[in-house]
């Protein structure tokens, strides 16, 4: 088994936090193991738990048409979430279910090596741009992290679905984002 498989396996008997108790299924990312590209959403919502599989419901909709205006599909790329299992009722993750989760992502991060992270909203960005980050301000906006990765944010699908009147400022980061992985990435494209 390779090395992300052997992760996920783990993963899927983790019990490091009271979310294990309500969960229907973990849900520890999709796509291409090799992908030079991860995007990173917060965590799962009432959809991703029934399947096990990150953005399957509007939003994930919506985001499938995100990654195909740039030539993308999931098996171009990895989608991760920060929080692995879903806070009943949507809620908001709290920060030890947080702090208890991040080392799975650390660790997917650490075996598909990506080239480029893309943060899915405000909270992603936050946690792997700096604290402060504002997404109204510095969305679109490529930052470089300790390994050398660029590092940008988008709005989140759901906050896309919430106020389109944001969609043609996310166009022109989808097409930065295309630029970016043409000058860094040898074959996504
Ligand atoms: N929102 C997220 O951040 N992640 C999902 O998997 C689904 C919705």
């Known amino acids: 088994m390779d090395k992300l498989e052997q992760l996920r396996t783990e993963c899927l008997g983790c019990q490091k936090c009271g979310l294990c108790e309500t969960r229907n299924h973990v849900v520890f990312g999709v796509g291409n193991p090799d992908a030079e590209v991860l995007f990173i959403g917060e965590g799962p919502g009432e959809q991703e738990d029934l399947k096990g ?3 399957v ?4 909709k919506l985001l499938d048409d995100m990654l195909s205006i740039i030539y993308l599909d999931r098996s171009r790329i990895y989608i991760a979430n920060m929080v692995k299992c ?3 009722g949507n809620r908001d993750p709290l920060n030890t279910e947080q702090a208890a989760c991040a080392d799975w992502l650390r660790r997917q991060i650490e075996i ?5 992270i893309v943060c899915l909203g405000r909270i992603a960005a936050m946690a792997f741009i700096k604290p402060d980050f504002k997404i109204t301000k510095e969305h679109g906006q490529f930052f470089t992290d300790e390994a050398g990765r660029s590092v940008m ?3 989140h699908p759901a906050a896309l ?5 944001r969609r043609p400022e996310t166009f022109e980061d989808l097409k930065r984002l295309e630029a970016e992985i043409r000058s860094r990435c040898a074959h996504t494209y």
């Open 53 to 55: 599989e990150p953005f």
């Open 86 to 88: 879903r806070p009943p």
């Open 112 to 116: 598909i090596n990506p080239k480029i």
């Open 153 to 155: 944010a988008l709005y």
């Open 161 to 165: 679905l919430r106020d389109p009147r």
């Open 57 to 60: 419901g509007r939003a994930g």
